[in-house]
């Protein structure tokens, strides 16, 4: 049996206050909605300009109900509307603003399509901005998926704009008026009110036209800075520390995200609030910086003069806390010069006897490491003396598992360079798997992590290793990232920065890595990243800037097709058909033919097709 359509009656309610320039296109806009089951009740809070309101409001007659009252604001303006209305919804229109025509029609067509009838949900929607002349000078839209994840952000981020809600009349019977002796601030006030037992839900549509116009009162009302600062932390302090931590992550987090949204408000003195707790956070996570270690992981094979410089650096920190975890990877020069290090209480020596390579030393470092947090430093590079210090205090600020920072970037030349990988923050699983700029001696990552989950490097790989590492430990864990640099990373000549074999051995390796994972063959798009990658570094490696190159800047469109399709069919066989298909392209191209030296590459994409096909095999197996 076919359910019958919900079609409940919509009060829109227009308070208005000396709003002849802009009410009429306001009531029209009420009036021309296609959904039809509405009443439209104007306000009139005790107009001072001779008539010219009421004139406008008399000559619409019994299309709208009329009311007029002495000048109390809008909140007792919106409270006579409430308590006259007669509808099942509650629809609030500034004089100043307008709807578009389907504004009622999609919020009730919303509440059918997803039975939300007689449920306790507002309804909230995105807006254009618009300026004296109804020109619309921006959209706002809202962050959705941000916002299903944080519900709080409805309220804390500003994103409800009271022209766009749908409210069931019976929230009001439940928590009451707006308050009116509030002028200005009474929306969000009664918003903090209802979020208690209502489900506020964003609809992801431009429903309602907001004007930005100098006579306003967010221009010309002092109360604005007043209200909106106490709403401001009443709204901050409303959420529990149980779930500042679920939202953000830390208490401090929480705070320093509100304080930067609110630097860019008037607010004032709530964004003060924040900053003063943030420093109450950071004192106490002061005080027991000094009784957290951190192990220093650095594996070496010979340059010991270099890795002497690494270890000092880290004998250099300002965090004195700390364990030097030392692998000899099976060094054939003479270590002599390392025996005064390697007696050095903080120093834990251990020789491999035989080189197994970088993925394996480093397993060994983080077995035998015995602090709380590890960092890794290759030996030929360094820390600066406030590394440890500064990103443990952000770790513990942050409750991070996963940090990393920028770093100077010092080439054998003597040229050095800021590389601000820093920004990279958030979670980056899966974007990972096509590219990481995440530099090792930037790491700092929680040790019992690792243990728990069973994350190692992969003992024998020295090229690619920390990008599969990197790969796993990212998949369910946000990175913090720090801006300041805090390492220097040295490149010389044969370090794989200027070694396009390696580079090509190392994607390889990763290539291999991310194949042979049910989990990470999924991510076609990054994948197929990584692979364009590999093709880029053997065309510099062979002097090649044509025909392959050509061809994938040609067929960008085709690589948005494939990324559309990936999250289409949800990383399924679809998308990895059309990977497929792009490749045979790639192999069939006029200019892939004519190159010969890129014949060698075509024995791998052919590799890489018999690994696809096992993958789509498997699959279908399952």
């Given amino acids: 049996m076919e359910t019958k359509y919900y079609n409940p009656k919509v009060s829109i309610i227009i308070p208005v206050y000396n709003g002849a320039n802009f009410l009429k296109k306001a009531i029209d806009s009420a009036l021309n909605q296609t959904y039809k089951n509405i009443e439209i009740i104007v306000v009139n809070d005790g107009s001072t300009d001779e008539n010219k309101t009421e004139d406008i409001i008399l000559k619409y007659g019994a299309k709208i109900k009329y009311f007029k009252k002495k000048n109390g604001g809008v909140s007792s303006a919106l409270n006579l509307g409430i308590k006259n209305m007669t509808g099942e919804y509650f629809s609030w229109l500034s004089h100043d603003d307008m709807y578009y025509s389907h504004k009622i029609e999609e919020q009730i067509k919303f509440i059918n399509e997803n039975n939300l009838k007689g449920k306790d949900v507002i309804l909230y929607s995105d807006y254009s901005i618009i300026d004296e002349n109804d020109n619309i000078t921006a959209i706002c839209k809202k962050n959705h998926k941000e916002i299903e994840q944080k519900p709080e952000y409805t309220l804390l981020r500003g994103n409800l704009n009271g022209i766009t809600i749908l409210i069931p009349k019976r929230a009001f019977d439940d928590f009451g008026y707006f308050d009116e002796n509030l002028m200005c601030a009474q929306d969000y006030d009664m918003w903090k009110k209802m979020m208690k037992k209502y489900k ?63 630097s860019e408000t008037p607010y004032n003195e709530a964004k003060k609030h924040c900053d003063s707790k943030m420093k109450e956070i950071e004192d106490d996570a002061e005080k027991k910086l000094k009784d957290i270690k951190v192990s220093v992981i650095i594996p070496f094979y010979n340059r010991v003069d270099l890795t002497i410089n690494a270890i000092n650096s880290v004998l250099n920190q300002t965090h004195k806390n700390i364990e030097i975890v030392l692998i000899n990877d099976g060094s054939t020069e003479d270590t002599q010069k390392l025996e005064i290090y390697i007696n050095n209480k903080i120093v834990k020596y251990i020789d491999s006897k035989e080189n197994h390579g970088t993925g394996y030393s480093r397993n060994t470092g983080i077995k035998n490491a015995t602090g709380d947090y590890i960092a890794f430093l290759d030996n030929d590079d360094i820390f600066l003396e406030t590394k440890i210090e500064k990103q443990l205090k952000k770790m513990i600020l942050y409750k991070a598992i996963f940090s990393h920072t920028s770093y100077i970037k010092k080439d054998y030349d003597g040229y050095s360079e800021i590389i601000e990988t820093g920004n990279l923050k958030g979670r980056l699983y899966p974007n990972v798997i096509g590219g990481c700029t995440i530099a090792t001696p930037t790491v700092m990552i929680k040790r019992d992590y690792l243990i728990k989950n069973n994350i190692w490097y992969i003992d024998n790989l020295s090229l690619g290793e920390d990008i599969c590492f990197y790969i796993q430990l990212l998949q369910n864990i946000d990175v913090v990232g720090i801006k300041e640099p805090l390492s220097i990373v040295n490149i010389n000549e044969k370090s794989t920065a200027y070694n396009y074999e390696k580079q090509l051995d190392g994607i390889k390796n990763i290539l291999r890595f991310v194949l042979k994972s049910e989990e990470h063959s999924r991510y076609n798009w990054e994948i197929y990243r990584l692979f364009k990658e590999f093709i880029r570094v053997y065309n510099v490696r062979h002097d090649i800037y044509d025909g392959i190159n050509r061809y994938m800047e040609e067929n960008e469109k085709l690589c948005k097709q494939l990324m559309k399709l990936e999250t289409k069919y949800n990383n399924s066989e679809n998308a990895i058909i059309l990977l497929n298909n792009e490749i045979k392209d790639l192999m069939q191209s006029t200019s892939w033919k004519v190159t010969a030296p890129l014949r060698k590459i075509s024995l791998y994409i052919k590799e890489f097709f018999r690994k696809i096909k096992r993958i789509i095999k498997r699959k279908g197996e399952k």
């Fill in 200 to 262: 506020f839900i964003h609809q992801e549509s431009v429903l309602s036209m907001t004007r930005v116009h100098e006579n306003q009162d967010t221009h010309v009302n002092p109360k604005v800075i007043t209200e909106g600062n106490q709403i401001w932390l009443d709204l901050i302090e409303d959420v529990s520390d149980a779930r500042k931590i679920e939202i953000e992550g830390s208490i401090y987090k929480y705070y320093e995200e509100m304080s930067n949204f609110l």
